[in-house]
């Protein structure tokens, strides 16, 4: 073999060896590529999910200091309260019901804050302890928010709203509650999930250190302006959640209903009812996607490492 043969040999080896390198590079700069986009898409994924957890769990946090403050209060200022609240309701049933202060409370073109304010016999029912008229819970989809007087933009931002124009939510025949709560906020979840409620599903209203349970019986979607589920029937014990609908469009108004059902015989204490399997759902598909690549990635790197090292020994053992 001629020197010059030798030569062209040892180019084409040079050739190779850099082709072989720059296609390792490559292969490495588009597996590091496409390693941080999948962790930028869980990370969008998981960011709101993970500020709603942490603002339920501050929220249901407040609950539980109001309702312990509510179950401190001495029995006479109990009854007092829940006396004051049943003849309001009462004469609430006896006279025509002017629901909320137009129509609609979500309505940005309806007139008036729809507080309730310049009612102040409304105004002074459920005022103790401070904070709020009662609790809502609602297991099946991590619900538990309190109940504010009226449904304006400050108390819908904030927590969920008790429709002025129905029944205060204490329970009792004749009477029909009405509970607002805003959808779709980034870092609040409200009832953004109240549509994966289903007729038979229980919520609670916790109420001067009473729970009182409900079973949903009618899930309908109606216009803002029609207030006709809204309404007291004679001798049922109703309580309604209402939210805008569809997601994201909000041009119509989701009305879950609920009636009072005996605990435990038909709906169970809030302690043993089904929780929220979508969120456990969730974060099982998370960490069963994430962990893969992390391990994955820690390898890679690892390995990566130790070539490194291997090569850096071989050169000098060469140079040597």
């Known amino acids: 073999m001629s020197w010059k043969e030798i030569c062209q040999g040892s180019a084409a080896n040079d050739a190779s060896r850099k082709a072989k390198g720059s296609s390792k590079v490559v292969r490495r700069v588009l597996l590091g ?27 249901a946090s407040e609950v539980h200091s109001f309702t312990n403050a509510a179950e401190r209060l001495k029995a006479s200022v109990q009854n007092e309260q829940l006396s004051r ?67 304006s933009m400050e108390v819908l931002g904030k927590g969920a709203g008790h429709l002025h124009g129905t ?26 999930r109240l549509d994966e409620l289903s007729v038979g599903d229980p919520f609670y209203i916790e109420v001067m250190g009473k729970t009182l349970g409900y079973r949903v019986v009618s899930i309908t979607v109606v216009t803002p302006d029609d207030m006709s589920g809204l309404r007291i029937e004679k001798n049922r014990d ?9 997601y994201g469009i909000n041009d119509h108004r989701l009305l879950v209903t609920g009636e009072r059902a005996a605990i435990p015989a038909e709906v169970p204490a809030v302690s043993q009812a089904h929780g929220d399997l979508s969120r456990l759902m969730w974060s099982l598909i998370l960490v069963l996607f994430a962990v893969p690549w992390i391990v994955w990635w820690m390898t890679y790197r690892r390995r990566r490492r130790r070539m490194m090292i291997l090569g850096l020994h071989q050169r000098t053992e060469l140079a040597v």
Do not use: W
């Open 33 to 59: 590529f496409a390693f941080v986009l999948i962790l930028l898409g869980i990370i969008v994924i998981a960011y709101p999910l993970a500020l709603q957890q942490v603002t339920t769990t501050q929220q």
């Open 85 to 151: 609240a049943r003849h309001y309701n009462e004469k609430l049933a006896r006279t025509p019901q002017s629901i909320g202060e137009v129509s609609d409370p979500f309505s940005g073109d309806a007139t008036g804050d729809f507080s309730g304010s310049d009612d102040r016999d409304y105004e002074s029912q459920l005022t103790k302890p401070q904070g709020g008229m009662a609790s809502v819970v609602i297991p099946k989809i991590s619900v538990n928010l309190q109940i504010f007087h009226g449904s």
């Open 167 to 192: 029944s205060l939510p204490i329970g009792g025949k004749s009477t029909h509650a009405v509970i607002t709560a805003h959808r779709g906020m980034y870092n609040k979840a409200m009832f953004t």
């Open 238 to 246: 109703l309580v309604t959640l209402l939210t805008c609908t569809p």
